[in-house]
């Protein structure tokens, strides 16, 4: 499936091919740090079907708990993170985080990881009071 996508204030913008079938949950912590929510959702997309066609990411790299480096995609400007990759030399896989992507609505998940960090709350949003705006 063709996507782009970009970051808030539009210095970025990507465009991939991804497998709308493969978008998954992660519910890590560095997921909940990184974005300061509660879980980040993902898009898997390979180095030679990914292209950054407007501006340059700002990188910052984490030791995930494998060991391995995971270099971190984001917007310097406005803050939006925007993917995830190894470090060093490729072919690499990119995890993009969905809410960047245009067609996000497209988008269902079929898979949660690192379920062991979810929040307990997830599952009870449906029970919560929702209004369709800012009240
Ligand atoms: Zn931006
Ligand atoms: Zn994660």
């Not at 998940?109 to 800012?134: C, F, I, K």
Request: charged share 20%; hydrophobic share 35%; with cysteine.
């Amino acid at each position: 499936m063709h996507v782009d996508g970009g970051c808030h204030c539009g210095h970025i913008a990507y465009q991939a091919e991804i497998d709308p079938e493969r978008v998954v949950v992660c519910h890590c912590t560095d997921c909940q740090i990184l974005s300061g929510s509660a879980f980040r959702v993902v898009a898997f997309t390979q180095e030679d079907a990914f292209s950054v066609t407007r501006g340059m990411p700002a990188t910052y790299v984490k030791i995930a708990e494998s060991g391995r480096a995971r270099e971190q995609g984001f917007c310097a400007n406005c803050g939006t993170q925007l993917y995830a990759t190894a470090s060093g030399p490729g072919p690499k896989v990119y995890g993009l985080r969905v809410g960047t992507i245009h067609q996000r609505d497209l988008l269902k998940p079929a898979r949660q990881v690192w379920n062991r960090s979810r929040q307990g709350w997830v599952d009870d949003l449906h029970d919560l009071p929702a209004v369709d705006g800012q009240p």
